[in-house]
T-cell receptor, first 113, second 116 residues
Framework: KNEVEQSPQNLTAQEGEFITINCSYS?????LHWLQQHPGGGIVSLFM???GKKKHGRLIATINIQEKHSSLHITASHPRDSAVYIC???????????????FGKGTHLIIQP | DTGVSQDPRHKITKRGQNVTFRCDPI?????LYWYRQTLGQGPEFLTY????????KSRLLSDRFSAERPKGSFSTLEIQRTEQGDSAMYLC??????????????FGPGTRLTVL
């Protein structure tokens, strides 16, 4: 079973700061999701990536498959970025098969004005 | 709204009662997933369907849990004889399974179950 670890678990920062959230996993994967969850529970997919780097607005996600590590960066952070950020992986399986996600516990981010 | 929808959004029930949740995936999506999230934890995989076939079930899915997707569109998750430990957010997601592509999953808003 893939073990997905996120750090930090909690992060409080000031508006405008550069934010980095890290994710590591133990078993080879097909792809990795970064997800955002606001109070109330709804989950939004921010990125799905299998290699390299993706950018969307102020969000950047990188992945290093060899090191089994991914990072999510937020530039010029804003209070509306306050949420739980969850890393989730899809294991690589020969012949395909199930791709239910394995999730980290999440990073609770608070951006103070 | 063409996203994933779930009903109800909140359910409060007494221990021992049965509850049923519904998930409507994005219309062209052939895969549907159920996850459970307890307070302070990340979601955990329960089961998934490809069309109407239930292809995998987690060991978390005890005999009291049953999921169906009879016509390959919406799905229901039923919990019989609810226990306080079943209190959680139940999340549904859907994806379009295509060859050679990764299956980005799109999540519904969740159903929050409280068992008293």
């Amino acid at each position: 079973k893939n073990e997905v670890e996120q750090s930090p678990q909690n992060l409080t920062a000031q508006e405008g700061e550069f934010i980095t959230i890290n994710c590591s996993y133990s078993v080879g994967i097909s792809a990795l999701h970064w997800l955002q969850q606001h109070p109330g529970g709804g989950i939004v997919s921010l990125f799905m990536l299998s290699s390299g780097k993706k950018k969307h607005g102020r969000l950047i996600a990188t992945i290093n498959i060899q090191e089994k590590h991914s990072s999510l960066h937020i530039t010029a952070s804003h209070p509306r970025d306050s949420a739980v950020y969850i890393c989730a992986v899809i294991e690589a399986r020969q012949g395909g098969g199930a791709d239910g996600l394995t999730f980290g516990k999440g990073t609770h981010l608070i951006i103070q004005p | 709204d063409t996203g994933v929808s779930q009903d109800p959004r909140h359910k409060i029930t007494k221990r021992g009662q049965n509850v049923t949740f519904r998930c409507d995936p994005i219309s062209e999506h052939n895969r549907l997933y159920w996850y459970r999230q307890t307070l302070g934890q990340g979601p955990e995989f329960l089961t998934y369907f490809q069309n109407e076939a239930q292809l995998e079930k987690s060991r978390l899915l005890s005999d009291r849990f049953s999921a169906e997707r009879p016509k390959g569109s919406f799905s229901t998750l039923e919990i019989q004889r609810t226990e306080q430990g079943d209190s959680a957010m139940y999340l549904c997601a859907s994806s379009l399974r295509e060859t050679r592509s990764y299956n980005e999953q799109f999540f519904g808003p969740g159903t929050r179950l409280t068992v008293l």
